[in-house]
Each structure stands twice: as structure tokens, then as C-alpha cells.
């Protein structure tokens, strides 16, 4: 052997016996890219209990479990909407089918998902009859894109975006800079919520409200999902005033009977006569009418518990799972803290196979029917 061939040796059998070069130790991190979503306010019917049954209790739903003192009464579960829907293309003609795997989201708008370094394009048709707009958290957005009309010193002509009439299009456009993104303490994805903000509380108690899961551009997926997450679930804890809807006029009784619906005979009985008309919610679901299929988990698997909360009066939750626990921001609990808007994460490896219940555990908002339940199979 040639003393030039001795000395390159080492690096040819190193060449030999490593592993081909393509051979991927992990599925490499997508290219940044822009990422479409065609998203339409329609106005829809949604049925906070559908088939009728609390599925908690196990039996035909009863609106008045919580109104004790009060009368029974027969209160409308079904109700006229204005809910964010996707669409498959600008043509706003098809409606992108929900994946399974979505099915609990109810009358959420659709995931709007992203991995930091990308760029969020929302394609906004307003097919409802009065304005409404988007307005994201946490992304990155110029005044033409917010979605928020106050006095900001921007001509209307620079921020469009803040209220689009009915019939009308806009293009909201967020960039995901690192700031949008898990911070030091996240875990692989964070999630920000989105809603129409022209009237904020009448916007949101009408139906608009989303969520948007950014993923670590290390982390994510082609798709831009975590990877070290098998199974995402969002749950918005939401107390939904119906009687502040937009379409509230043609939901509700006639003033009338919405007196005779709510005596208010005297303070101390000011809890007996809360108002009828207010829908104790988790994803549009109350008394455990989410579907259980839709809330399947398998033991093992690495679970995602995206929560937030809503706007009124009294939207501060704590979600607690039972049968199983969580770990927020590393901390080991079975109960998260929620406060109005509020968006928290937590990491699930169920073993505990089961059916289990998962509820807010503020009494009243419990007892209102705030409260959905898990399946855990083998
Ligand atoms: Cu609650």
C-alpha cells in the first residue's frame, strides 16, 4: 500500500461504513413558505345539544338543572350563527370538508396552522349581513391587516381590514416571525386565537372565534404540525351570550317573554333569574354533547390540549380532566387555569383507559352544562 493511499485509508472506510448520506435521521424541517386559507363568515344554524341528551347526566336534556328556583322553562338549543367556515379556493362555491380528527372544534372556526418563518394569507368573505373582520394574536400584522377599527391614525383607505362589509373580500396578510412562535419555556407549538373584532363582544357572542397552532420551524411537519405530538385538540371554554349576539332579534323570544324567562324579584335571587339566553360551552358543545368519537385519545399517545377561554363576564375557566393528568409550562396538574382570552397549553400521555369527564370546575359554569367527555382506548 502506498504511503498517499495509507494516509486517506481512515477517510475511505469512514465513507464506507457510514450511512448514505440522504438517509434522513429526522424528516427535515419544511421550507418557509405562504400558507392560504380561504375563510368565509356565513351565517349558519348550530344546535348546542344536538340528538338532545345530556350526555352527562344520561338523560334528555333539561335547560333548567341550573335556574333551580326558577320555573322549568323549554329554552331553544338551536340557534342562527355567523361562523368562520373554510373554503377550498377563492371561488368560495365548496366548503373544505372538517378532517376527522377536527371534528370536536363544533362551531370553531377551522385551525389555521403555521410554522415560524412562514407567511399566513387569510382570504376573508363576508357572506353575512353586517361587517365583520379578523383579528389574529400573536402573528405579525400591518394596519391593513389586524382586523380592529379604532382611532389609530391610519387613513380608512390603509386598514380596510378593520371592518368588511357584507358580499366584500379582504386579504389579511401575517407574516410568523420567531416572536409568534414558542417562547423558551413552549413546548414545540403555541397556539394564538383569531375573531372578528369590529364590535368585539357582539362579533364573538355571534360565533366568530378560531385557532391558530404555530409550530417550531425545528419541530414541525410538512404539514407544519409538531412532531412530537401525536394528537391536537383544541377546547374553547366559552360562555356564550346569546341575548348579545348580532342575531339575537330573530333567535330570541319576544321581549316579553324573555321578561317572563328572567324575574329579577330581588338581588338575593339575582342568581335564580341569570339570564336564560347565556350557553355554557366548550367548543359550541354543553352537557356532554360533543360527540365522545370525536374526543378518542389512545393510552400512550402524546396529546396536545390547546384551551382558551372567551370574552364576558365570568369567561375565566378551570379545565380539569379527570382520569388522567397534564403538564403545563412542565408543571405536573389535572386543572388549567383560563382567564378571559386566555389561551394555555397542556401535554397529555393518557394511561387511564376509559370514558372521563372534562369540565370547567367553576361550580356554575360546571352545573350550567360546561362540560364535554374523553375516550381513552387501549
Ligand atoms: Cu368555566
Known amino acids: 500500500m502506498t504511503r498517499s493511499l495509507r494516509s486517506i485509508l481512515p477517510a475511505l472506510l469512514a465513507l464506507a461504513f457510514a450511512p448514505p448520506a ?10 418557509a413558505r405562504t400558507r392560504t ?6 351565517e349558519v344554524t348550530w344546535d348546542y345539544v344536538p340528538g338532545g341528551q345530556d350526555a352527562i347526566a344520561g338523560h334528555p336534556y333539561v335547560d333548567s338543572a341550573f335556574f333551580a328556583k326558577a320555573p322549568p322553562q323549554v329554552v331553544s338549543t338551536t340557534y342562527h350563527k355567523v361562523l368562520y367556515r373554510e373554503y377550498t379556493d377563492s371561488s368560495f362555491t365548496t366548503l373544505k370538508p372538517r378532517p376527522p380528527e377536527w371534528a370536536h372544534l363544533g362551531f370553531l372556526g377551522p385551525v389555521i396552522r403555521a410554522v415560524v418563518g412562514d407567511t399566513i394569507r387569510v382570504v376573508f368573505r363576508n357572506n353575512a349581513h353586517r361587517p365583520y373582520s379578523v383579528h389574529p394574536h400573536g402573528v ?34 401575517w407574516p410568523v416571525p420567531a416572536r ?11 397556539m394564538w386565537m383569531y375573531h372578528s373584532h369590529v364590535d368585539e363582544v357582539r362579533d364573538i357572542n355571534s360565533g366568530l372565534f378560531g385557532a391558530m397552532i404555530i409550530t417550531a420551524r425545528s419541530k414541525a411537519r410538512t404539514d407544519g404540525s409538531p412532531n412530537d405530538v401525536d394528537r391536537e385538540i383544541v377546547a374553547t371554554f366559552a360562555q356564550v351570550h346569546e341575548e348579545d349576539s348580532w342575531l339575537a332579534s330573530e333567535n330570541l323570544p319576544s321581549p316579553d317573554s324573555i321578561q317572563h324567562l ?12 341569570y339570564p336564560w339566553f347565556v350557553k355554557f360551552t366548550i367548543n359550541g358543545f ?30 375565566v375557566h378551570a379545565p380539569h380532566w379527570h382520569g388522567n393528568t397534564t403538564l403545563i409550562a412542565g408543571m405536573r396538574t389535572d386543572v388549567a387555569v383560563l382567564s378571559f382570552m386566555g389561551m394555555t397549553i397542556a401535554d397529555m400521555q393518557p394511561d387511564n383507559l376509559g370514558t372521563w369527564l372534562f369540565h370547567c370546575h367553576v361550580s356554575f359554569h360546571n352545573a350550567a352544562g360546561m362540560a364535554v367527555r374523553y375516550l381513552v382506548t387501549p
Open 22 to 31: 440522504w438517509t434522513p435521521t429526522h424528516a427535515p424541517a419544511p421550507t
Open 180 to 190: 409568534a412562535g414558542p417562547g423558551p419555556m413552549d413546548g414545540s407549538s403555541v
Open 262 to 273: 328572567q324575574p329579577i324579584p330581588s338581588p338575593s335571587e339575582r342568581q335564580a333569574s
Open 140 to 173: 405579525f400584522y400591518d394596519k391593513n391587516s389586524e382586523g380592529a377599527p379604532y382611532s389609530d391614525g391610519v387613513s380608512a383607505a390603509n386598514k380596510t381590514g378593520d371592518s368588511v362589509p357584507p358580499a366584500a373580500t379582504h386579504v389579511y396578510v
Open 37 to 42: 386559507y380561504y375563510l368565509a363568515a356565513d
Open 286 to 315: 354543553t352537557r356532554g354533547s360533543m360527540p365522545l368519537s370525536s374526543l378518542t385519545l389512545r393510552r400512550g399517545q402524546r396529546v396536545r390540549w390547546y384551551l382558551m377561554s372567551s370574552t364576558n363576564d365570568f369567561d
